[in-house]
């Protein structure tokens, strides 16, 4: 499975920096990194190797993985209202690549709620293992058809309908028509 839209780690570092009212020099001066490259990262002329993000992130007092976070940056995190571009959005692509998965939902959210505006072309299959016992996935079909297999049961959706079941047990959702179709899933993990 792959994932677009890296973070954009230069940005984060500019805002870090000037919401803690450093200087390009000020920040060189703390984390060792000269002010050119600092620039350079800044600007997102350059990507920074893991030592130099290391580095930074100690100097700014971050975790590092505050700046790896691609659903949601710095800047949003102080608004209100969190505005996550449509480029921006992860996704994921089944293995037979006929299945498009955006990540609606924010990373600190992964252990309890996921979910995702799903894409499947005409022949696409989303295979599953068992997730954590409990685990329930709710699928509502937005267009086209689709057909979901637990254990022994199968169902068949049209646009409109919405299948809620066990996702604790192997499980498989596929597209069997000749269009293309788009459903919203929730998966909610057991506390």
Known sequence: ??????????????????EKKLTLEQLAAMSSVSKSMLSQIERGRTNPTLA????????????????LDSGQD???EARKIV???AHQSPEIQSAD??????ILGPIDLV????????????????????????TIEHLTLLDGQLSIRTGTEEINLEAGDTARYDADIPHYIENKSINVARALMVVIYPI
């Open 97 to 102: 690549g006929k299945c498009t998965m955006k």
């Open 1 to 18: 499975m792959t994932r677009n839209s890296p973070p954009d780690v230069g940005r984060k570092i500019k805002l870090l920096r000037t």
């Open 74 to 76: 710095v800047e949003s």
């Open 52 to 67: 130099i993000l290391w580095t930074l992130t100690k100097s700014l007092e971050i975790d590092i993985s505050d700046l």
């Open 111 to 134: 252990a309890k709620t996921e979910w995702y505006d799903i894409v499947m072309e005409d022949g696409g299959l989303l295979e599953s293992d068992g997730h954590a016992e409990g």
């Open 83 to 85: 505005h996550i571009k």
